[in-house]
T-cell receptor, first 113, second 112 residues
Framework: DGGITQSPKYLFRKEGQNVTLSCEQN?????MYWYRQDPGQGLRLIYY???????QKGDIAEGYSVSREKKESFPLTVTSAQKNPTAFYLC????????????FGPGTRLTVL | GENVEQHPSTLSVQEGDSAVIKCTYS??????FPWYKQELGKRPQLIID?????GEKKDQRIAVTLNKTAKHFSLHITETQPEDSAVYFC???????????FGKGTRLSVIA
């Protein structure tokens, strides 16, 4: 899991602003995922991508957008349409899909001021 | 879609005792069941996983059992130590190769 990096570690946003969270991996994994973690809520899937230039919505995609232009990168944009964005965001990757071990990045804690 | 229920939500044990966390899932086609450990402020890390072709897997003090008929799987930690204190998550995919659905987590506290 040391091959997945997320930046920044902490991010503060004013209401009405879009922000982009970075996720990079050098594990040569095809699949990448974004999760949101709130206290007592476990991990909820926002978006996932199983191949470059393709991605699918997860359970809570509203107010978020992603791109997958490169195999190594899967940035997440939190838009102003996300009503309650304060949370811990985790990126993960796996070799090909859900039946392979997922490795997580260190996370980004987003706080809306 | 897949629904994963995890119990208990919190668990306190004395050092040296065993801890058991149980998860149930709804999709009978699910065939991969990982367990993750997350320490405070850190990333989740895989500690053990099991596939549907076996009923039990063990790695030192950690074991996972799977009952496909009843659609539940359990994490067993023996001889608990303070460093086992963390939040543990179970997960299962829905219908094959779709992304994992995670349980809501169990906060384990090992009391010295």
């Amino acid at each position: 899991d040391g091959g997945i990096t997320q930046s920044p570690k902490y991010l503060f946003r004013k209401e009405g602003q879009n922000v982009t969270l970075s996720c990079e991996q050098n594990l040569n994994h095809d699949a990448m995922y974004w999760y949101r973690q709130d206290p007592g809520q476990g991990l909820r899937l926002i978006y996932y991508s199983q191949i470059v230039n393709d991605f699918q919505k997860g359970d809570i995609a509203e107010g978020y957008s992603v791109s997958r232009e490169k195999k190594e990168s899967f940035p997440l944009t939190v838009t102003s349409a996300q009503k309650n964005p304060t949370a811990f965001y985790l990126c993960a990757s796996s070799i090909a899909g859900a039946l392979d071990t997922q490795y997580f990045g260190p996370g980004t804690r987003l706080t809306v001021l | 879609g897949e629904n994963v229920e995890q119990h208990p939500s919190t668990l306190s044990v004395q050092e040296g005792d065993s801890a058991v966390i149980k998860c149930t899932y709804s999709d009978s086609a699910s065939n991969y069941f990982p367990w993750y450990k997350q320490e405070l402020g850190k990333r989740p890390q895989l500690i053990i996983d099991i596939r549907s072709n076996v009923g039990e897997k063990k790695d030192q003090r950690i074991a996972v059992t799977l009952n496909k008929t009843a659609k539940h799987f359990s994490l067993h930690i023996t001889e608990t130590q303070p460093e086992d204190s963390a939040v543990y998550f179970c997960a299962a995919p829905f219908s094959g190769n779709t992304p994992l659905v995670f349980g809501k987590g169990t906060r384990l506290s090992v009391i010295a």
